[in-house]
């Protein structure tokens, strides 16, 4: 957002040189930048994870150069990704522990076993959490946002 700032600088400066040079850097911004459908969402989603961020600094600084309406889009857009993300994620871990291909399987079952035993312990761990919390109807990414 920044350099946005910058090209609006650009555009009220006195040296007709700089306002040329603007105008031209601001064409080539808004070509990968000018609007959300050109954004790539997972550079929000990597300041949306700072946690001294999170949603709200996004959603202000798009709301101060764009819109409001823009804005929820945005912060909808980064939510789903993150959504599907851990999604991705909980059912990759499900499948390390489905197949096999035939070699080790008996390893592979031991191991799945002691993860599976391990995975329950911090789930029976998290929702003493929650209760206590009384979060119980939220996820830990609820809570996060």
Wanted: aromatic share 10%.
């Amino acid at each position: 957002m920044k350099i946005l700032k910058e090209l609006h600088n650009c555009e009220n400066s006195e040296d007709e040189r700089i306002v040329e040079m603007g105008k031209q850097i601001k064409t080539k911004f808004d070509k990968y930048w000018g609007s959300l459908n050109k954004m790539n969402v997972m550079l929000f989603v990597a300041v949306f994870l700072d946690p001294r961020y999170k949603l709200d600094y996004i959603k202000a600084e798009y709301i101060i150069y764009y819109s409001e309406s823009e804005a929820k889009l945005l912060v909808d857009k980064v939510v789903n990704a993150l959504k599907e993300m851990l999604n991705e994620y909980m059912s990759s871990n499900d499948q390390a522990c489905m197949g096999d291909n035939g070699f080790g399987q008996s390893a592979n079952v031991e191991k799945c076993d002691k993860a599976m035993i391990e995975e329950d312990e911090k789930i029976e761990d998290y929702f003493i959490q929650m209760e206590e919390q009384k979060l119980a109807s939220e996820s830990e990414l609820d809570r996060y946002l």
